[in-house]
């Protein structure tokens, strides 16, 4: 049973920092990958950060230059490193996992697997 479990969620102030984790199990975590989406109260879930399995990252612009997506192969956990947060970032964060390792890694029909969310809340 393959599972995706957020943490690192929480309350922060503008310019501060997070680092969200998400573990993996019940895959062949190095055979994915890794993608954050957010979705804030009455929007749509939108593409954050991947990072594919030979470790190529993609940003949304809307994060490039603040957030930072990581992963560990011997943790099975992806990462995201979040800096300057602003109250735009506030939102449900949630990780998938991608076997297909598709190029459109914007879209979430291209994730096989979802977690269940961690809430990140920035304060002005």
């Known amino acids: 049973q393959v599972q995706l479990v957020e943490s690192g969620g929480g309350l922060v102030q503008a310019g501060g920092s997070l680092r969200l984790s998400c573990a993996a199990s019940?895959?062949?975590?190095?055979?994915?990958?890794m993608g954050w989406f957010r979705q804030a109260p009455g929007k749509e879930r939108e593409f954050v950060a991947a990072?594919?399995?030979?470790?190529?990252?993609y940003y949304a612009d809307s994060v490039k230059g603040r957030f930072t997506i990581s992963r560990d192969f011997t943790m099975s956990t992806v990462y995201l490193q979040m800096n300057g947060l602003k109250p735009e970032d506030t939102a449900a964060y949630y990780c998938?996992?991608?076997?297909?390792?598709?190029?459109?890694?914007?879209?979430?029909?291209?994730?096989?697997?979802w977690g269940q969310g961690t809430q990140v809340t920035v304060s002005s």
């Open positions: 019940g895959l062949t975590f190095r055979g994915y990958s």
């Open positions: 998938a996992a991608d076997k297909g390792g598709s190029r459109y890694y914007t879209r979430l029909a291209s994730y096989d697997y």
């Open positions: 990072i594919g399995q030979i470790g190529v990252t």
